[in-house]
């Protein structure tokens, strides 16, 4: 886009992720927006558009037409308003259409939201769902789940370079350990090691403490174009680059199965479009749906070669305090995912870290670069985000 | 958009709608998209984006992630694949993201597509599919189903404007008319308004005559800048306008239940922005999911006053010939209701119609500016576009 506007956040809202079981998908919606429209101090009719990632109300909660009940229940018609599904990444990618209507000098102010409920539905019928994410026929038909599909990656990738089991579990320590001090995780409990490897066998060799839970939860964020973005606030976060990729929807069919190249090409695009590199980057939200997940984020987002990731988290380094603090929030695993608000929630962290916002001991200091990845089904569709304090 | 450059459609290609029992979504998919590649003669690789419209994977075939199934599928990867959901407007809403992508100089080719998989669930399944266009938790939850909501407008619509019964199947009879001409069409016989008046009472006044049936089904159109698109076509079509509006969610909420305020808020934008008006369309698709549907389209268009619309359908004005030819392909009720595929399906007809390629009999003469109207739920979504002949 040559003539694009440069687009600025100026506004973000977040539930707590968690059981809802009291609050439906409009509930929730509105929480999020109204936190964002109340700190951006905006009045909610001057909002032009509206996207909404959503991945399955239908299976979850009976309810499609997801962004027209946003709109709705937010008293914003008639704006136009957009679902965007892409599974776990349909966060991600309404946050990319809300960009590109900014940059475009379309609107100049668009709420982008993301919202689940996914807890009141039973375990089984919640599999069933998720399993859309992947090709119903060419892989759940033979019995795959999620899990299943990132213990393959796993196993695999053991083989390939040597990774223990112990190293998967410092990736959930990690993430319970930053979901300890934030308020809206849905998990606060710190693990150990042993923890995790005593945990019950899900997928061998994935246990139940390397995978992420189901939450209700949503988040909101409200784009303008940076040049306005002051009118909002008073520290802006502009938008260098927010890039997505596809790949097969099968994993049958990569090339390498210890490697995302949907991810892969998102990053290359995004840190060629903002002119930067994953050294620049402080602070990063990657989707650890399985603790699996987060090592190859690491590696396929160019912070590390191929098969090294691991050696940053017997280092530590992926803490706060570290070089390259990860999920300071507690990520997927600890801090929940509500898998249409999950790219979203990503978003409204790192604007809260790189503001300063945050509780101190999770806060990444001076940080000014954030990055997030949010990722589809087993790698089908990826997006990348850089944001920056101006 | 101020610095928006002009969008064309340069190729077109549609699946037969009905059931297809022998095929899934993405063969669908691909059959659609290769008429629509084959027709602009270009090479798959040279498609940028692809945005697909899809209302319910999930509940139909337990497929989300529709948008990269039908990337990896069609061999597109790794462009960015983006699934748009607003219910029976979702293709509709899916054009409108791709003509924001091409306006705006984002890129030069994007495929736009619907698709959608319904005869293969029983009955009552598809029902509570369909359900989740309205209001599940206020509306679905306490019985009501769309024939139902719809019956409620016509009833209204009686009682405050005079329309009889008989006038109701007179759009049944225009649109099934239409589509035996049509090979594409689910249904190709001839209709009676005896015929429709002795059908089976399906939520009183509407019979299952007055209702369109669920299809299986997918259509394509393939978006550049106007100023490339004689690389791809002859008779490049234009698109003037593509206005999207939001309503309630749900019927009782409206402050009339016999007009489709989303309708005609997109419609007033379209035509401003098109600078025409309403007796300057050659021809018109329109949302007919039932028969009702049709006549509040009429008026919501701006075709003729509120309360009015009968009159041109006794007076034949709505055939080819007349002069406001409607539903040239059957619409939905003869034609068929893919619902995701339905608002692609409908800019499939009317470039067809104004490069003067469909079957003599249903041919508007010199048709030069047409448009369609698409609507999710019982109006709560509403998609106008215009398009014209270069």
Redesign the interface.
């Known amino acids: 886009?040559?003539?694009?506007r440069e687009v600025a956040i100026v506004g973000v809202g977040s539930t707590p992720f968690g059981e809802h079981w009291q609050k439906?998908l409009?509930d929730l919606a509105l929480e999020a927006s109204l936190e964002a429209v109340e700190e951006a101090g905006i009045r909610g009719k001057e909002i032009q558009e509206i996207y909404v990632g959503n991945?399955?109300?239908?299976?979850f909660?009976?309810?499609?037409?997801?962004?027209?009940?946003a709109?709705?229940f937010l008293g914003?018609?008639?704006?136009?308003?957009?679902?965007?599904?892409?599974?776990c990444a349909s966060g991600g990618?309404a946050l990319?259409?809300g960009y590109?209507?900014i940059?475009?000098?379309?609107y100049d102010l668009v709420a982008v939201g993301g919202v689940e409920k996914m807890t009141d539905v039973e375990g089984t019928k919640a599999t069933?769902?998720l399993?859309?994410?992947?090709?119903?026929?060419w892989e759940?038909y033979f019995g795959t789940t999620f899990p299943g599909l990132y213990a393959l990656m796993a196993r695999r990738y053991m083989y390939e370079y040597g990774l223990t089991r112990e190293q998967l579990a410092k990736v959930a320590v990690k993430n319970h350990f930053h979901g300890s001090f934030n308020p809206k995780a849905h998990f606060r409990n710190k693990l150990t090691v042993e923890d995790v490897e005593k945990s019950t066998l899900v997928a061998d060799p994935l246990r139940v403490f390397d995978c992420c839970p189901m939450s209700d939860g949503a988040a909101c964020v409200l784009l303008a174009p940076a040049e306005k973005a002051r009118n909002y606030t008073d520290t802006p976060i502009v938008i260098e680059a927010c890039?997505?990729?596809?790949?097969?929807?099968?994993l049958f069919?990569r090339r390498d199965i210890c490697t995302l190249?949907?991810t892969r090409?998102a990053a290359q695009q995004a840190f060629s479009q903002a002119k930067l590199s994953p050294k620049d980057i402080d602070v990063a939200e990657v989707h650890d749906c399985f603790t699996i997940a987060e090592l190859l984020a690491i590696e396929d987002l160019g912070f590390c070669e191929k098969g090294r990731a691991a050696e940053l988290y017997d280092e530590g380094q992926t803490y706060v305090g570290g070089k390259l603090p990860v999920n300071t929030d507690g990520g997927l695993k600890a801090g929940g995912h509500a898998v249409g608000a999950t790219g979203i929630k990503q978003i409204v962290e790192l604007v809260r870290q790189l503001r300063g916002e945050v509780e101190k001991e999770r806060q990444v200091k001076d940080a000014e670069i954030g990055l997030a990845q949010n990722v589809?089904?087993s790698g089908?569709?990826a997006v990348v985000t850089i944001v920056r304090r101006k």
């Open positions: 886009m040559d003539n694009k439906g409009r991945m399955s109300g239908g299976m909660v009976g309810q499609e037409h997801v962004a027209a009940l709109a709705d914003l018609n008639p704006v136009p308003a957009i679902r965007v599904e892409a599974a990618v990319r259409q590109i209507s940059a475009s000098g379309l069933s769902a399993a859309g994410a992947m090709d119903m026929e759940a890039t997505q990729a596809s790949d097969t929807l099968s069919d190249d949907a090409e589809g089904g089908a569709t």
